[in-house]
């Protein structure tokens, strides 16, 4: 049995950022939701127009940052005054102040991994294979090429309906994208 291939959405190359934001308020005023664009540099105001919110990765990094603080100040904490308590020159078993360096680059450890981990768990990476590889006006995006792909889990998406609004709104080519069958 031979499966068919899947469509993905509908690409629509832009002339430039402008046309392209422009494009994307008057998609999202007829009510589509399940877009995306693809510049070769951020466009200002972009993000606002599809509809994307701010991004939750700040939160886990603040998160990570004050576990590794917790951890360090435990660590320090337990080897100094419980697990090895020894009185050295008067000091007591555990200070706050001598225990700021390893604290801080804990932080910072914490946190940076958090980022990291973070952004490729939330952008979805690696991706070694994506349909819109195949798309002809995607090699374009990392030179002077502006994308906006209406997904097939839109529920308005209809493929000759979004390629003749997508010309409408001022695409200079449109492209039907297929994912491989399986």
């Given at each position: 049995?031979?499966e068919?291939?899947?469509t993905y959405?509908?690409?629509a190359?832009?002339a430039?950022?402008?046309?392209?934001?422009?494009?994307?308020r008057?998609?999202r005023s007829?009510?589509?939701?399940?877009?995306?664009?693809?510049t070769?540099?951020?466009?200002?105001?972009?993000?606002q127009a599809?509809?994307?919110?701010?991004s939750r990765?700040g939160y886990?990094v603040f998160?990570?940052?004050?576990t590794?603080?917790?951890?360090?100040?435990?660590?320090?904490?337990?080897?100094g005054?419980?697990?090895?308590?020894?009185v050295?020159g008067?000091?007591?078993l555990f200070?706050?102040?001598?225990?700021?360096?390893i604290?801080?680059?804990?932080?910072?450890?914490?946190?940076?991994f958090?980022a990291?981990?973070?952004?490729l768990?939330?952008?979805?990476?690696p991706?070694?294979h994506?349909?819109?590889?195949?798309?002809?006006?995607?090699r374009?995006v990392?030179?002077d090429?502006?994308?906006?792909?209406?997904e097939?889990t839109?529920?308005k998406f209809?493929p000759g309906v979004?390629t003749?609004?997508?010309?409408?709104?001022?695409?200079?080519?449109?492209?039907?994208?297929e994912?491989?069958?399986?």
């Amino acid at each position: 049995m031979i499966e068919r291939a899947r469509t993905y959405g509908v690409a629509a190359e832009f002339a430039s950022p402008e046309a392209l934001v422009s494009a994307v308020r008057g998609l999202r005023s007829e009510g589509f939701t399940k877009m995306d664009a693809f510049t070769p540099f951020p466009v200002h105001g972009l993000d606002q127009a599809l509809g994307l919110g701010r991004s939750r990765l700040g939160y886990l990094v603040f998160a990570a940052g004050i576990t590794g603080m917790g951890l360090a100040l435990l660590l320090q904490w337990w080897t100094g005054a419980v697990d090895y308590p020894l009185v050295i020159g008067g000091k007591p078993l555990f200070a706050f102040e001598f225990s700021i360096p390893i604290t801080f680059e804990l932080t910072v450890l914490f946190a940076a991994f958090a980022a990291v981990l973070g952004m490729l768990a939330v952008n979805g990476l690696p991706r070694l294979h994506h349909p819109l590889f195949a798309c002809e006006s995607f090699r374009r995006v990392t030179d002077d090429g502006y994308l906006l792909v209406v997904e097939s889990t839109d529920p308005k998406f209809d493929p000759g309906v979004c390629t003749e609004r997508l010309a409408s709104l001022g695409a200079m080519r449109t492209e039907v994208v297929e994912e491989e069958a399986a």
